[in-house]
């Protein structure tokens, strides 16, 4: 079971708390209706699924109610970092 | 009573406290401190079990959680507790245990005839033998199992409670054993908060049965002097009889605390085992090792044990588990046994050791003895059946691969074997780390782990007492330090152990016979399951080539003891056919369960009515009062329908749904979802959110609306109420209110954070009793007089805020039912008052109280759709024919809108909301039913589509029935048919899904 830092909060708390929010930093068109069938489907259907540095957002749903971003290693399920909705991840390799 | 192996010295048992038990239905008498393990063996019982798959006859091999033989079922009834290790169940008075395999009896076994052709069933027998007919697979299922089986699951509640506990601590060590001893006193010494867990019922581990000194007194002594020195430090918190059986991410362990389990079956008081789920900073790993048996033709036969084991017995217990010993080894350390056993009085008729020549001082001790020691040479073979007879003994070359001179039986009833150590690296596996073989030691070592732990002592391959006990301390300091406590130095001084030196030992894994592994009695390597040094070169043969591959294929290590004796030895055996190192062969994955744990433990209390926590709403007590029978929805127990005396579900319902439809009924609608949104750009929101517009709603209106997920599908509905200005108020499903909370949410957190607008769940703030009927505002009348309820000042899909039976209240004139509707919204805690009030104020009216099932059949008279019922996640508004509430000129793409122009959703096959009538009246389709054009059509029949809802409408006097049907729109009038798994099928004609007041105008009165 994770132990997750809220950046909300500040604290970290059990990953019973909060619930997964998938693929993070992904870019909503601003123009959907002006887009073809096939880059609609990218958008909507397609997410990486990396051996290694994957950044997700998480939702603190039984806390501070507040989406967040985690940078999380799929193979170790180690946390390296949490940060705020509208910034950058610091770590976007693995051992950096 | 007499117990025909108990010594003189009675080690840790107590002989003024004998303790009765029976075993097979059989009478023994133990002592206090005795295992049943301990027990059996001091009676001399010899066969404790048949093996899975052959049923030969088995007896107790090992001293703990390895032991792959004894395996029971303890009790019967409710209490009983199936799969039990003979090794760790601590004697109580009265314990009644039973071997799970063996019919009639372990002594005579029908199935022993299948042993005697054991050769026959090769690995993957099953899968090659019952493959086909397909057909019988079932059939021949039911008595495999019925022939192999292990224990029986009891069929009644159990008795017992347990419990769950979290724990934080800076400090956990795992293994009370002198390593997890040295690293839980020097952690404790600075203060940090200690956890230390130990499966056994009292500290020590190893040195309990050692006859080691340590600091010029005995090993239990000093035991005793450490356990004082750990108890006297409040922030150490000692468990015993406790497994730490997971490790999982972030330093989350599980430990299980057996807390009665050694008083009986029942708990005479409170908890019977307790789950400890411990979030630990720091761990130190102090598990120990298994000893490797030695494999060799008929190592199986009872009396063949393991050596460390016979040490245990005789020093523990005070157990002499046969008469004449042969020890079997391939290191040093195992002669210690040889001398334990010489020491009990009993005779060592030789050691046979694979090694050409060796004079260690453990070696020299026993041949001043005066015992042979065979040097160069192998035992080859058990003889006997139910016990042993003897030993075949043979000269080995140096490698140990070949037989090379004539072949002697030595006569003895015991066979002691050890094929050196395998550090115990279960919980660092469980971390993810990949254990390292090391050739030096003969065993894996613990691999590089992302958790903050360390492994000490016997588990970390440092074998040495001395070695040991240094490092527990190291360990203990630094995760101390670590975790914020103390400077990092060792405390006390090292306790002085006086080791011998061992010479190197041979690395053997199987102890070769005059003829070839094919052809020679079977050499076990897992004795549970009956894996063959034989069955895995056979695998190999076959073509499999991965350790996993060739785990499942011969279900090694797959039993109740996983392997904990012959994984070693087995993937060495595979290593050897492959023809590469056991380092390029590789381990398997160890994960949880350590050893198994209780789903009592698992559970805890979350069983009955605490499985999961129950929502009532204010009016709850006056359903139960009326007799309601409740479903659950969600989490929330709504009523579902209010029998009269006598009366059937169905009539009930019937009786609730004409009573709204001719009258007035009366419906708790509290657990709808309801979330207030407020903020400047609350409208733009919601219009984004929703598929029709809400930026023109003025205070006082109402609007329905669908809300879709981003592809296009339905996702949940309701009405959203414009407060004032910038103020709104969202009703949502009763199961999708969470889901909805948070969709909103993660919206306007990550799409628009510049939308100022905010959430807040008001769902339990909020009692509502819906009254709907021909009468609903004559009742309305008598208890409200501040608001005008006529239809033009106080209109269909408006809201009022006013004074009902006295109580501030927000009155919402929406309809589920399609008759004239108030739903009366008031503080939660005057909902009850409300709800009587208005009965009362009804009465006159003949006021009914109906639940959700006439609510789901009055929706439907009228077509209106359930959000998770008619549909499923694939659904969009148009397939529901709801074009109407998608919004054609909003200027903000709304959130699935791009999706529902999508090709696949543009189709004209797609499935389509219709009714069905069925041309039986009376036939109800059953829900989930599928639809097709011809019931005599062969199989496989085309689907056209499925019934989503289905009634009995006492108000149509016929049955009703909502369906997707392909294309439905443009089949009006055909008749489908709805087959039964009976063959039977339902005839019904497609109609519009509205049967009831299809112009909507009941509603607008």
């Known amino acids: 079971m994770l132990l997750i830092y809220c950046p909300h909060c500040l604290e970290s708390r059990e990953e019973e708390e909060f619930s997964y929010g998938g693929e993070a930093h992904i870019a909503r068109p601003l123009d959907p209706e002006n887009l073809s069938d096939e880059q609609w489907g990218d958008y909507l259907f397609f997410r990486k699924n990396p051996r290694g540095i994957h950044h997700e957002m998480w939702y603190h749903a039984t806390g501070c109610r507040r989406y967040f971003n985690v940078t999380r290693n799929t193979l170790t399920y180690e946390i390296l970092e949490s940060y705020l909705v509208g910034t950058e991840p610091q770590i976007t390799e693995v051992g950096v | ?1005």
């Open chain 2, 1 to 1005: 009573m007499k117990q025909k192996n108990r010594l003189v010295v009675f080690g840790r048992t107590d002989p003024n406290q004998p303790i009765n038990f029976t075993f097979n239905g059989k009478p023994y008498q133990g002592l206090l401190g005795d295992t049943l393990a301990s027990a059996l063996l001091a009676n001399g019982v010899n066969v404790v079990g048949r093996s899975f798959k052959y049923a030969r006859p088995r007896g107790i091999v090992g001293h703990g959680p390895e032991e792959p033989n004894g395996i029971i079922q303890l009790g019967s009834g409710s209490a009983t507790v199936p799969n039990l290790k003979v090794t760790q169940v601590e004697l109580y008075e009265g314990l009644d245990a039973k071997s799970v395999n063996g019919w009639p009896s372990v002594n005579i076994d029908v199935m022993g005839l299948v042993g005697a052709f054991g050769r026959l069933m090769p690995p993957g027998f099953y899968y090659k033998t019952f493959m086909y007919p397909k057909k019988l697979w079932m059939t021949y299922e039911h008595f495999i199992r019925k022939a192999a089986g292990l224990g029986k699951t009891p069929t009644e509640a159990d008795p017992d409670t347990y419990e769950k506990l979290n724990q934080h601590c800076d400090v956990l060590v795992v293994g009370a054993g002198p390593a997890g001893l040295t690293a839980a006193l020097e952690a404790g010494l600075t203060g940090a908060r200690v956890i230390i867990a130990d499966e056994q019922s009292e500290f020590g581990g190893s040195l309990l049965a050692s006859t080691q000194p340590i600091d010029d007194q005995s090993s239990t002594d000093w035991i005793a002097q450490t356990v004082s020195a750990i108890t006297a430090m409040p922030n150490v918190q000692r468990l015993s009889r406790s497994t730490v059986f997971g490790y999982y991410d972030h330093n989350f362990l599980t430990i299980l605390e057996k807390r009665t389990d050694h008083l009986g079956i029942n708990s005479p008081q409170g908890a019977r085992q307790r789950l400890h789920r411990v979030r630990a900073k720091q761990v130190v790993l102090a598990t120990g090792a298994f000893e490797r048996p030695l494999v060799f033709a008929h190592n199986d036969i009872p009396g063949v044990m393991q050596a460390s084991s016979v040490s245990t017995y005789v020093n523990r217990y005070g157990v002499a588990p046969g008469e004449k010993l042969v020890l079997a080894t391939t290191n040093d350390n195992a002669y210690q046994t040889a001398i334990d056993w010489y020491n009990s009085g009993r005779v060592v008729v030789a050691v046979v050791d694979t090694r050409q020549a060796t004079n260690g001082p453990l070696v020299s001790h026993v041949k001043d003895l005066g015992i042979e020691v065979l040097q160069g040479y192998g035992v080859i073979q058990a003889m006997g059946s139910k016990r042993v007879r003897g030993a075949l003994v043979a000269p080995l070359n140096e490698n140990g691969t070949k037989v090379t001179g004539p072949v002697e039986q030595l006569k003895c009833d015991l066979i002691a074997t050890s094929g050196g150590w395998s550090a115990a690296v279960h919980l660092s596996s469980h971390t993810g780390a990949k254990p390292i073989w090391d050739d030096a030691i003969v065993s894996f070592r613990p691999g590089i782990s992302k958790q903050q732990e360390r492994s000490v002592g016997a588990c970390n391959g440092t074998f040495d007492l001395a070695q040991g006990l240094l490092e527990g301390a190291l360990a203990g300091s630094e995760a101390a330090q670590l975790a914020g406590f103390g400077d990092g130095q060792v405390k006390r001084g090292m306790p002085i152990v006086n080791t011998l030196e061992e010479q190197a030992q041979q690395a053997l894994f199987l102890i070769p016979h005059t003829l070839p592994s094919s052809r020679a009695p079977s050499q076990f390597v897992d004795l549970q399951l009956d894996v063959s040094a034989a069955g895995i070169e056979l695998a190999v043969t076959e073509g499999f080539e991965s350790v996993e591959h060739v785990k499942r294929y011969t279900a090694l290590g797959f039993g109740t003891d996983q392997g904990k004796l012959g994984n070693i030895n087995g993937m060495a055996i595979l290593a050897n056919a492959l023809g590469q190192s056991i380092a390029e062969t590789g381990t398997t994955i160890f994960r949880p369960s350590y050893t198994p744990t209780t789903f009592g433990a698992i559970a805890g209390r979350d069983i009955g009515e605490l499985f999961d926590p129950e929502r009532y709403t204010a009016m709850h007590r006056w359903h139960e009062q009326q007799g309601a029978v409740f479903e659950d929805v969600g989490q929330w127990k709504r009523p579902w329908f209010f029998p009269n005396q006598q009366e059937t579900m169905h009539q009930a319902v019937n009786r609730e749904c004409m009573a709204v439809r001719n009258s007035i009924g009366i419906l708790d609608a509290s657990t709808l979802g309801k979330i207030d949104i407020q903020g400047p750009d609350a409208a733009e929101f919601i219009t984004r959110m929703y598929t029709n517009s809400y930026l023109t709603l003025a205070p006082g209106k109402c609007r329905y609306g669908v809300m879709l997920k981003e592809d296009g599908m339905i996702f949940d509905d309701g009405v959203c109420a414009c407060i004032s200005d910038n103020h709104y108020l969202m009703f949502t499903t009763t199961g999708g209110a969470a889901g909805v909370l948070a969709w909103l949410e993660l919206w306007q957190q990550t799409e628009w954070p510049e939308l100022q607008v905010y959430f807040t769940s008001v769902t339990d703030h909020w009692a509502t009793a819906t009254i709907t009927g021909p009468n609903a505002r004559n009742v309305m009348a008598k208890v409200c007089d501040d608001i005008d309820l006529s239809a033009d000042k106080f209109g269909f899909m408006d809201w009022r805020d006013g004074t009902v039976a006295g109580l501030a209240a927000r009155v919402f004139r929406i309809s589920f039912t399609g008759e004239l509707t108030y739903e009366i919204n008031v503080a939660a805690n005057y909902g009850r008052y409300l709800w009587e009030r208005l009965m009362a104020a009804g009465a006159e009216f003949d006021i009914t109280p109906y639940g959700t099932e006439a609510m789901h059949v009055l929706r439907a008279e009228k077509g209106f759709i359930i959000v998770g019922q008619d549909t499923d996640g694939s659904m969009t508004p148009t397939d529901m024919n709801m074009d109407w509430v998608i919004g054609k000129k909003k200027t903000f793409s709304f959130v699935g809108k791009r999706s529902l122009e999508r090709s696949d959703c543009l189709r004209d096959n797609r499935k389509r909301l219709v009714g069905l009538k069925t041309l039986v009246p009376t036939a109800v389709i059953p829900e989930g039913a599928q639809i097709v054009n011809d019931p005599h059509q062969p199989l496989p029949m085309a689907m056209q589509g499925h019934v989503t809802s289905s009634y009995f409408s006492a108000n149509l006097d016929h049955s009703i029935a909502l369906a997707v049907v392909k294309g439905g729109l443009n089949r009006m009038g055909e008749i489908v048919y709805c087959p039964a798994a009976d063959g039977s099928s339902i005839a019904a004609e497609i109609v519009n899904s509205v049967f009831y007041d299809p112009k909507g105008e009941r509603q607008h009165v």
